[in-house]
């Protein structure tokens, strides 16, 4: 058995995060007397893949819903065919952040591209420095760029 320290160093995360997510009924610490959490393997394992599916951003109702899926059954047949529903559900956001991932992967890769044209650029890198770079031109057809180039605060209180 682990206290909540040692199983959150063991998973490089926070005592705090653990416990919220044990408040949100993920899971269930075994207590000693005086009331010091302990976690067994098998919560270390739970606790990894929890950490796991909201890493990549899995909404914690679905991760919540896998994880307490087969308590609300009094069959495995229930019990199976609402695990199965709730694992093709995190399947689906998994294909839709892939997808998600793909076209920014893409939008990098376009921005990167852009920016190797400065690479021997002696203008200052800013709009005024450099009003003719090509990089003015596309960031405002890419967020990425748009975020890379200096905000125009012309025409502003704050440009004043």
């Known amino acids: 058995m682990k206290k909540i320290g040692e199983v959150a160093d063991l ?6 995060a653990l416990r919220f997510y044990e408040e949100e009924g993920l899971l269930s610490a075994r207590r000693t007397p ?3 959490r302990l976690y067994s393997e098998a919560d270390v394992t739970r606790f990894r893949a929890i950490l796991r599916l909201a890493h990549v951003g899995m909404p914690l109702a679905l991760v919540r819903k896998l994880a307490t ?4 059954h009094v069959t495995g047949d229930e019990a199976s065919h609402d695990v199965h529903a709730v694992l093709a559900d995190l399947r689906a956001q998994v294909r839709e952040q892939a997808r998600i991932l793909e076209q920014l992967d893409a939008e990098l890769a376009r921005a990167a591209s852009s920016v190797e044209g400065c690479f021997h650029c002696a203008n200052p890198p800013t709009r005024q420095g450099c009003p003719r770079c090509p990089l003015n031109r596309l960031a405002g057809s890419s967020e990425i760029l748009s975020l890379v180039w200096e905000q125009d605060l012309e025409g502003t209180s704050a440009a004043k």
């Open 11 to 16: 998973l490089d995360t926070t005592p705090r």
């Open 69 to 72: 899926a087969r308590a609300k």
């Open 34 to 36: 005086g009331g010091t």
